[in-house]
């Protein structure tokens, strides 16, 4: 069975199309008028060996949050109409990834409750080229809420914001890659089902 989905949403704020293939190769085709976001959805892509699609517009003259945030929101409807009952995988990935000078781990599991957790101590308050950092936590909030997952990040040390965030992108790309993994087997449960 394809594990793949497609997510429309359209509201007065954003206009987005998604598709997602979780058993890709890491193909990718991403417009949204967000150049940062774009470069962060390609890790995803490519570290996580997903093919991605995304169409996005928002109401960028605001501000970049209702158009990351609802591609978050998107992206975790994606995986979550993707996986299914999520019968045969891993559901825990757990993946820690250097970017020069920064270090950043990803830990998920897709098990049914919703749950964040965001630790970015070294990250200081600002931007990468016109990306305000605070979005980071936006898009992988609304990713956990509606993937149902459990998501933690953590930027564990380093200076540089790009190197941070895009060491958190990749390290949470490849938690997905080998909590998606399918094991054979049922729901990896002591109860049976997630």
Known sequence: MARTASIERKTKETEISLTLNVD??????????????????????????????VKATGDVEVDYHHTVEDLGICLGQAFEKALGD???????????????????????????RPYFVYRN???????????DVELVAE????????ARANVHIIMEYGENRHHLVEASFKAFARAIRAAVKVEGGGVASSKGAL
Not at 24 to 42: A, C, D, K, Y
Not at 139 to 146: L, S
């Open 86 to 112: 999520k019968a045969g995988i891993s559901r825990y990935g757990n993946f820690s990834v250097p970017l020069d000078e920064a270090l950043s781990r990803a830990v998920v599991d897709f098990c049914g």
């Open 24 to 53: 890709g190769t890491g193909e990718r085709s991403i417009e949204t008028p967000v150049p940062f976001l774009n470069h962060m959805l390609e890790q995803i892509a490519v570290h996580g060996k997903v093919d991605l699609t």
């Open 139 to 146: 898009f992988f909030q609304a990713f956990a809420n509606h």
């Open 121 to 131: 101590e070294p990250l200081r308050p600002g931007r990468v080229g016109d990306f």
